[in-house]
């Protein structure tokens, strides 16, 4: 069993208690033991000095007394007492094992006997207390354990969950869920409501727009506007006849020029004609 342990068995590092201020390491291997110390001071005289190391047997270790009182000094007496057993082949196989093979060994034990094995050492106390251990234990003694019990351990944890009845855990799990069911309709409101606002939106963003553009008349059958402005009508008088320019034939009446006509007078138009061959040099006399 001793050759299925790894190198070192035990180690440990530390600096020593006040006022020494110097660093020392201990192991202990399958065969021998180790002593390292590093020397710190303030003062010129141990600046030079250098690291310090000690190999012995384990049997050497178990005769030295001067290196046992450094080490009970340091690292205290239970340390020693420890290291002389592995020294004298009494190994601790518990210590050596894996946490997770541990904690299917303590499963098997009774709850009386968990708390006392959790008094023993810093690491059994750890490991009796740490939630795997209680999931476990839960899991072993129960036949099916639900998701909901599975997610309010998450919340409470399994140890909590282990020590509650099974009439409180209905309690418990029914008030879960009636605050998720709460939380989903509260969850359906708010977007039902914001469904609600959105078209009271778009609404209002048409009559803003209407009222950025006065002009445009809307079409009520159409409901959208026609693109004609009202303003541009206001300045125009439908009734009002356009004057007439000066110069054209339609401002002189008619009866004028019938009268012009039998009195001989030519017209305003064949005035300007005989103007404009009166001016032209080139044109032939008539023959007569």
């Given amino acids: 069993m001793a050759s299925l342990f790894t190198d070192p068995l035990f180690e440990i590092s530390g600096r020593g ?4 201020k110097n660093f020392y390491y201990f192991a202990v291997t399958k065969s021998d033991v180790l002593w390292r110390w590093w020397k710190i001071s303030l003062r010129t005289v141990d600046r030079n000095s250098k690291p310090g190391e000690l190999r012995e047997s384990h049997q050497d270790f178990l005769d030295d007394s001067w290196l ?14 420890y290291t002389k057993a592995l020294c004298q082949g009494h190994y601790d196989y518990l210590e050596h094992l894996s946490d ?30 740490s939630e795997e251990f209680w999931e476990q234990a839960l899991r072993r003694r129960c036949n099916t354990v639900s998701v909901e019990v599975s997610s309010l351990a998450l919340e ?48 209002e963003t048409d009559s803003s727009e209407e009222k950025s553009h006065p002009g445009i008349i809307s079409d009520p059958s159409t409901g959208t506007g026609v693109g004609v ?11 009002c006849n356009p004057e007439p320019e000066v110069g054209s034939d339609s401002s002189v009446p008619e009866k004028l020029l019938e009268e012009l006509k039998h009195s001989g007078v030519a017209s305003p138009a064949e005035s300007s004609e005989l103007s404009n061959a009166r001016g032209d040099c080139s044109a032939e006399p008539e023959k007569t």
Avoid at 68 to 81: A, C, P, T, Y
């Fill in 17 to 20: 208690p006040s006022p020494n």
């Fill in 68 to 81: 046992q009182s450094e080490v009970s000094m340091v690292f205290g007496r239970r340390i020693l007492q």
């Fill in 100 to 129: 997770s093979l541990l904690l299917r060994i303590i499963n098997y034990l009774e709850l009386e006997d968990v708390g006392q094995l959790g008094r023993t050492s810093r690491r059994f106390r750890q490991l009796c207390g």
């Fill in 156 to 203: 409470m944890g399994w140890r909590s969950i282990f020590f509650t009845s099974k009439l409180q855990l209905q309690k418990m799990i029914s008030r879960r869920r009636l605050r998720t069911e709460e939380q989903l309709e509260g969850q359906d409101a708010d977007s039902d409501t914001k469904a609600e606002e959105s078209p009271g939106e778009s609404s």
């Fill in 229 to 239: 402005d009202a303003s541009s009508c206001c300045d125009v008088n439908p009734d």
